[in-house]
């Protein structure tokens, strides 16, 4: 389908936030992206079903403004599955489908830390910044 320039200058300022969101922690925004790492390591720990609790869950709570994004490996394979939250920049490791639950309700809706699944390979300042 062909777009006209109005359309494409849109969708251009709507991925600029999008990928702002995911680079810069500082970022002023109240939407959170929940990305689930689906390389082949995580993904034969069961990144999938993780990905697809993540959904279930905000969708049965009615949660506004979180994504859940499928990703490539982020590097940390022998800790995954990772999950990382922005903007915070929250690393967590050997995530499975059942701290999905968890996850949602403490960081998610109570903004804080589930500290049992922080991944202890990456710096603890950036790791640990929450809103
Ligand atoms: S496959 Fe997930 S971090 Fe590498």
């Given at each position: 389908m062909k777009k006209?320039?109005?359309?494409?200058h849109k969708i251009?300022?709507?991925?600029k936030k999008e990928l702002d969101l995911r680079t810069n922690?500082?970022?002023n925004t109240v939407?959170?992206?929940?990305l689930v790492c689906h390389g082949t390591g995580c993904t034969s720990s069961k990144s999938e079903e993780i990905l697809e609790n993540f959904k279930n869950i905000i969708k049965e709570k009615n949660i506004q403004n979180v994504r859940v994004i499928k990703t490539g490996c982020f590097?940390?394979?022998?800790?995954?599955?990772?999950v990382i939250i922005r903007p915070e920049d929250t690393?967590?490791?050997?995530v499975t489908p059942d701290d999905c639950e968890e996850i949602i309700?403490?960081?998610?809706?109570?903004?804080?830390?589930?500290?049992?699944?922080?991944c202890k390979d990456i710096d603890r300042e950036k790791g640990k910044k929450i809103r």
């Open positions: 006209s320039l109005d359309e494409i251009r300022i709507e991925k922690i500082n970022s939407e959170k992206h929940i590097g940390l394979c022998a800790k995954g599955p990772i690393f967590y490791a050997m309700n403490t960081h998610i809706i109570e903004g804080k830390i589930v500290e049992r699944l922080l």
